[in-house]
């Protein structure tokens, strides 16, 4: 599909079925239009949790970073994949000041959140050594657990 057709698809995303405003949205961050990164930060506020899901997840193929304030209201979210792909765009950006949002994370009821949240914290300069204090010092075992997993993972590819 060219450019011009695919702009067009955009302007008329609402007009479409949510499958192909779904399959829009995935391929914004498959092929890296950057050109639409406002457009994905308005689905970000969309009432409807798949929109939000999947603009996140675009985000993070682009690796484009979201600040503390625009990524709270997704790892506090109801929504475990919504948690997952905010934590998926983490894991990309290697932002510092998200780390004790990240940490948080490490807590949650569920596993492939926790799990995330490991992943993205292994991928922070001081990755290790996060993930060895919350090993050694957690209150949640699963958090522990998770971190030692994650701890041998990053040991691995050292």
Known sequence: MDDD???KMVDHFFDWHEKIQYAIVDMIG????????????TLLRHEQSEYRVRALKALA???????VEQLHIHFQSPV???RLMALRL???TRRQEMVDHIV?????????????AAEALLRMPNGLDILEHIAQTSDDRYARDMAL?????GRQYD
């Open 5 to 7: 057709t695919f702009a």
């Open 30 to 41: 498959i092929m890296k239009k950057f050109p639409y990164i406002p457009f994905l930060l």
């Open 61 to 67: 193929q682009m690796e484009y970073p979201l600040d």
């Open 80 to 82: 475990w994949q919504e």
């Open 90 to 92: 983490c894991a990309r």
């Open 104 to 116: 948080l994370l490490m807590k949650d009821a569920v596993f492939s959140v926790r799990s995330q």
């Open 149 to 153: 997993e994650w701890l041998e993972r």
